[in-house]
């Protein structure tokens, strides 16, 4: 089957600290992936994605590697801010059809 | 432009009332769903549309309804609601096939049934 496993949260931060979070994925053939972010009181917008092997999703200094050998698309900042706090979700996409498979969401508070 | 609308933002009712939420994407996608976000965050995907056919209906209670009058609207009917309906509800499109991959979500329609 298709699943995505994210680490557990809350994850609390001190601003300017390194961020991963980790993701791996179960998909058969080659998925599209994803991060989301959710600010509070809104809905979901994408972050950033990857639709092959290899490929880098980068945006406002979030990066994630699609890696096919490890299955994983680890959701990595060099140095959060307060405005980062956020729940960040992992998704992916099968290569057939269009239905999407969310991780659980992990919390961040970044605090100054 | 917003690209996926919802209305209304605030929901809230009594049990056992009848209400429905709709959604608007002016992105020209062809695949709509409805997902179900509970206190800890946790999406689940309730139903899908692909250019107003049903695709996805995971395991939810009868009382909820899917309506989809063309590819750009998708609402959600909910009967006799129950306290455990509470949630935030959201509307997300997307392309069938091809470029872009990803969804785009709806702000959701948080509902309260007291």
């Known amino acids: 089957g298709n699943s995505v496993t994210q680490m557990e949260g809350p994850v609390t931060l001190s601003e300017e600290a390194f961020l991963t979070i980790n993701c791996t994925y179960t998909?058969?053939?080659?998925?599209?992936l994803f991060w989301y972010v959710q600010y509070p009181g809104e809905g979901l917008q994408l972050l950033l994605k990857?639709?092959?092997?290899?490929d880098k999703g980068s945006n406002k200094g979030f990066e994630a590697t699609y890696r096919k050998e490890t299955t994983s698309f680890h959701l990595e900042k060099g140095s959060v801010q307060v405005s980062d706090s956020a729940v960040y979700f992992c998704?992916?996409?099968?290569?057939?059809?269009?239905?999407?498979?969310f991780g659980t969401g992990t919390s961040l508070t970044v605090i100054p | 432009d917003t690209a996926v609308s919802q209305t209304p933002k605030y929901l809230v009712t009594q049990m056992g009332n009848d209400k429905s939420i709709k959604c608007e994407q002016n992105l020209g996608h062809d695949t709509m769903y409805w997902y179900k976000q509970d206190s800890k965050k946790f999406l689940k995907i309730m139903f899908s549309?692909?250019?107003?056919?049903?695709?996805i209906n995971e395991t939810v209670p009868n009382r909820f309804s899917p309506k989809s009058p063309d590819k750009a609207h998708l609402n959600l009917h909910i009967n006799s609601l129950e306290l455990g309906d509470s949630a935030v509800y959201f509307c997300?499109?997307?392309?069938?096939?091809?470029?872009?991959?990803?969804?785009?979500f709806g702000p959701g329609t948080r509902l309260t049934v007291t």
């Open positions: 998909a058969t053939g080659y998925p599209s």
């Open positions: 998704a992916l996409r099968r290569n057939t059809g269009n239905q999407f498979y």
């Open positions: 997300a499109s997307s392309q069938r096939a091809g470029s872009p991959y990803e969804q785009y």
């Open positions: 549309y692909n250019n107003k056919e049903l695709i």
């Open positions: 990857a639709t092959k092997a290899d």
